[in-house]
């Protein structure tokens, strides 16, 4: 007779996660950074905000399995809503503020958004689109500034203070949930076609907020997490769930995203820990070459969404003492797959070399790299392929999206490649539309654009693969210098020279204000193809 398991069924939902922080933690803060000062509200008082908030939502007649959106930044009432909206059986859809109207409109028709919670200073862009929006049918209004352009929609319109003062909490009670119904939804950032949703389940938030945590996102009891990572980022990385489960202050930062603004709030709040795309931090760097920054509270920082340069690990570890610890993974992955801490023993530049790698594959994430023709390959450090990933927070399908091409036996193709070591280091080489092909051999644009990132003139650099008659491809440099600079095409092949394979150097580079980003951050090499194809770079040849 087989033994049977005598464990209790428990739910694994966002309900348990909320509670656990309210009753645990109650006493931490969450923090808004409004220009000048703080706002501060504990997470004992957040909890009954968010009850509030539930029950004003039912008042309108939101049900377990209805849609509400979130149009804001990063902030007291975005983390209310992250909590209550799940916790009553409904789904949160985190709305991209940086789509374009088009794709904006399609992802609120496409989830079925019923109410769309916006910040009064967004009001204006989610305007643009309030005639194709066919499913809303109330916007609850943060803030007191002019809303009438929604009022002129003919649409209901709350303002969310005095949905959560006139809420009747004693008629609302939160639901039973069953950890495998949808929680939230981000979708993927569409630099292709329209955005693919993601849905998450309680179950799948659950175990990426403990396995994220054991995985190295490093956050404990009385820490300081400055979120900066968008909260429809993917769900802002897991930050807020982390946080609020393993009692960090949650300090946010709202619109205050540049350099000048964000430093001082690190400077009044003195954070501990944070997390952001490379952008986010080299104009932090670029800020610190003309001012005295005040970053000594920092001790960690993860950095993902783009390759991270190790000059720029190099440069917060000698300029700041803070450890830039680089993490990849994907919407579709909720998002983490693998964080880059160094293993036991790797110090001083060893450990930066490990903290500029990809990352160590995170425990609850099975990962494979597969070759052209689907067979797997060894984890030698050497042998390249597809990485495939599986997982409980990695998605299975897209929302109302049959797309076959993306999934591979269980598993989920990912369209990065690289290498695994015999440790559990990964580190990708390129994306898989990405990648140079010439002469037969690979370039890949990413190792490309970290060593050109370390020349002390380069502030930026995406390198994408151009038609050649002779090599089939070959890359383009587009360099973005830092103010002054005349650096030119020879001085950064000569920096090359012993950094990569000699025919990898450029015969080509465009010198550019700014490299485009996608809606998250992300280098757009798809606009830069386009601009090369139309013949709106100007190209400088070595």
Known sequence: MAIQSTMQRYPLTVQQLFEHGRRVHGHREVVTWQGDRSRRVTFADTHARATRLAAGLAGL????????????????EHVEAYFAVPCMGAVLHQLNIRLFPDQLSFVVNDLGDRVVIVDDNLVPLLARVLDELRTVETFVV?????????????????????LLENADVDAFAWPDLDEDQAAASCY??????????????????????????AGGVGVVDGARLLVIVPQFHANAWGLIHIGWVYGADLLLPAQYLQPEPLTDFIAAEQPTCSAAVPSIWNGVLALGESRELELSSLEWVVVGGSAVPRSMVSAFEERYGIEIIQGWGMTEMSPLGTVAVPPAGATGEASIDYRAKTGRIVAGVDLRIVDPDGNEQPWDGEAMGEIEVRGPWITASYHGVDEPAKFHDGWLRTGDVGTVEPNGFVQLVDRTKDV??????????????????????????????????????????????????????????DFLADKVAKWWL?????FIDEVPKTSVGKFDKKSLRVSHEHGDLDIATV
Request: hydrophobic residues 35%.
């Open 188 to 213: 993927t950032s569409g630099t292709t076609g329209n955005p693919k949703g993601v849905v998450y389940s309680h179950r799948s938030i659950w175990t990426h907020t403990l396995g994220a945590a």
């Open 61 to 76: 007649g939101i049900a377990p399995g209805d849609v509400v959106g979130t149009f804001c930044w990063n902030h007291q």
């Open 436 to 493: 140079i092909k010439s002469g037969g051999e690979w370039i890949s644009s990413v190792d490309l654009e970290n060593a050109l990132m370390g020349h002390p003139d380069v502030l930026e650099c995406a390198v994408i693969g151009v038609a050649d008659e002779r090599w089939d491809e070959r890359p383009l440099a587009c360099v973005v210098r830092r103010e002054g600079s005349q650096v030119g095409p020879g001085d950064l092949n």
């Open 142 to 162: 943060v803030g007191d500034e002019d809303a009438s352009a929604l009022e002129a929609s003919g649409r209901r319109v709350v303002r969310y203070d005095d």
């Open 506 to 510: 450029p015969e080509r580079y465009t």
